[in-house]
Structures are given as C-alpha cells and as structure tokens.
C-alpha cells in the first residue's frame, strides 16, 4: 500500500480538530476542498456544494461567504478552529477526534465549537480529549478517566460522574488534585 492511499484510508475515517488550529497555507474554500480534492472530487459545482455545506456544519459560512479565497491564516483563532472542523468533516468522516479542541480558544469559541460536538454526535462518532472537568461534564455521553496514561475507570458520564468506583477517580472529581 502506498504513503498516498494509506493517507486516504485515514482522511476517511477520521476529522481531526487538534488543540491549536492548523489551517493549511492556502484560502479558506482550499483548506475545505483539500481532503475531497485528494479522495478524487474535482467538479467545480460539487466541490462548491461540499465547502459551502461543511462551512455551514462549522457555523462558519456566513462570516466567510463573501471571502472564500482569502487566506485562511487571516482568520480569528476561533474562526481557524471552525475551518479545520469543516475540512475534517468535508471527507465525510467516521469518527471526530477533539483533541484539546477548545483549550486555545476564548469563551465564546469554545462555547461554539462545544455546541458543535453536540449538535454533530447525531452524525458522527466524537472522541474528545480534554482536560477540563466542567467541559466532560457538558457534553460527554461516555468517560474514560485517565492518568498517568493508564485507564482508571470508565463508564457512561452520568454513571462515572455521580458515582465513582475507583477512589482516585473521586479524588479527581473532589478536585483533590488536577
């Protein structure tokens, strides 16, 4: 199997949105058209449909309609953030992977993306890492509570939030330690 389909399989299966935006050195209608480009879409009208949709999914389209080929770099962080959401989800992907999605960002930018993860766990399947309590506790269905990279405990978030089985677990959601 060669670099490029091993790159395809996983652009397929998985949008990621890591801790700091990464929006690629082009404009913001190529950073959303890039995976599909490589997955063989290359009809104008279709790669139109997709970055519009996708932009929209982000709750980005109408603060960029009228600047898709600005440069992505001149976007807000939190805009970059919503960018690099739609680039992930335009690959129609299995799973979302946050990986510290939000700890870059303002209030409100976390608050949105926050809202986003809810609204698309419908679609898709949404691992989230993070490191804030209050952020799990919003928006989680399923915890896996970690440290020192092993698993402690895990469960569904109401279970494991209210009622804890492993003592460093309820040391944890006490705030004993952080």
Same mark, same amino acid.
């Given at each position: 199997m060669t670099q490029k389909q091993r790159l395809l399989i996983s652009v397929k299966k998985l949008g990621l949105l890591s801790q700091r935006p990464t929006p690629l050195p082009m404009s913001i209608y190529d950073n959303v058209a890039f995976g599909v480009k490589l997955q063989g879409i290359r009809k104008k009208k279709q790669l139109n449909e997709i970055v519009e949709k996708q932009l929209k999914a982000a709750g980005l389209w109408e603060e960029v309609k009228e600047r898709l080929h600005s440069p992505a770099a001149a976007l807000s962080i939190g805009q970059q953030q919503r960018l690099c959401l739609a680039r992930g989800l335009a690959v129609q992907p299995q799973f979302i992977l946050g990986d510290?999605?939000?700890? #870059? %960002?303002?209030?409100?930018?976390?608050?949105?993306?926050?809202? !986003?993860?809810?609204?698309?766990? +419908?679609?898709?399947?949404?691992?989230?890492?993070?490191?804030?309590?209050?952020? #799990? %506790?919003?928006?989680?269905?399923?915890?896996?509570?970690?440290? !020192?990279?092993?698993?402690?405990? +895990?469960?569904?978030?109401?279970?494991?939030?209210?009622n804890p089985k492993h003592e460093l677990t309820k040391q944890y959601l006490s705030g004993e330690f952080s």
């Open positions: 510290e999605s939000t700890s #870059a %960002l303002d209030p409100i930018s976390s608050k949105h993306i926050e809202k !986003l993860f809810t609204s698309l766990r +419908e679609q898709y399947g949404i691992i989230l890492v993070t490191h804030t309590l209050r952020q #799990a %506790l919003r928006i989680a269905d399923y915890v896996i509570f970690m440290y !020192l990279g092993e698993v402690i405990e +895990e469960g569904p978030a109401e279970q494991l939030f209210n």
